[in-house]
């Protein structure tokens, strides 16, 4: 019953991911050709940031590889992953709208509670981070292309624990605040800062969304344990907080 409940309470934003995913992949491999045909044409004397970025996507996007890790994986993916990752987190809500009386009055302990629903979220963006990737390999074929199995396995890894992260927060904010809105926002400004902090400061192996995006594996070939073992942590912990927090509430 609480499975289901928590699957109710969260199938639409996870339907919508999904659907919004998949596409978006079946789209970046599908327009490959296009952009591969476009690239002679695309200036690179161009100077400052901007042009030092528009040089990096050129040189990414001349194989195949390195144009789907640079928009598919440390773009499309990373950006909506880390989106629907903070709104599953904050679907796991134990009060909105006047429906704590009904839930807390169920014949079960607020924990399990909390666990369910996280437990559901989590494997919901366990999900959503695996099988839009998974469509890449399967859809290389259509443009004479290949593209690893086991390189897609090790980059949505990365982004399902990095993500996680922000469904961990926002799920210890809703334990915290009795809307949804609240939640929602500070964990998006949470992610917003992180991402600015990252341009600044370039280290990929600590870095949330160089984790997210596996970036040392793409350039070099090694996964980013340290920085992975550092997200798992961050997660559980507030995992942990959530729980402690529930519990503790008066409603």
């Not at 690239?39 to 990414?60: C, H, K, Q, Y």
């Not at 590889?65 to 679907?91: C, D, E, K, M, P």
């Not at 099988?131 to 259509?142: D, E, F, W």
């Not at 292309?145 to 949505?156: I, K, R």
Request: proline share 4%.
């Amino acid at each position: 019953m609480l499975w289901y409940k928590s699957w109710l309470e969260t199938r639409w934003r996870f339907l919508i991911g999904m659907g919004l995913l998949l596409c978006s992949a079946s789209i970046t491999v599908l327009a490959y050709p296009q952009v591969a045909r476009l690239l002679p044409m695309v200036p690179t004397n161009l100077d400052g940031p901007l042009g030092e970025r528009i040089r990096e996507a050129v040189e990414l996007s001349r194989d195949f590889r390195g144009y789907v890790w640079s928009h598919w994986f440390r773009q499309n993916l990373a950006q909506w992953g880390t989106l629907f990752a903070i709104l599953l987190g904050t679907a796991a809500l134990l009060v909105q709208n006047g429906g704590e009386i009904f839930t807390l009055s169920l014949p079960v302990s607020r924990s399990r509670l909390l666990g369910v629903r996280a437990a559901t979220g989590l494997a919901e963006l366990l999900a959503i981070a695996f099988i839009p990737s998974l469509l890449i390999p399967m859809l290389s074929p259509a443009i004479r292309e290949s593209y690893g199995l086991g390189t897609a396995v090790v980059h949505s890894v990365c982004l399902f624990i990095a993500t996680s992260v922000f469904f961990s927060l926002a799920l210890f904010l809703s334990t915290m605040f009795s809307d949804a809105w609240r939640p929602l926002l500070i964990t998006l400004a949470v992610a917003l800062a992180l991402g600015v902090i990252d341009q600044v400061v370039r280290n990929p192996s600590f870095s949330v969304y160089g984790v997210m995006s596996a970036q040392t594996y793409f350039r070099s070939g090694h996964v980013p344990w340290s920085g992975l073992l550092g997200a798992a942590a961050a997660s559980t912990l507030l995992c942990g907080a959530a729980m402690v927090n529930i519990q503790r509430r008066d409603f």
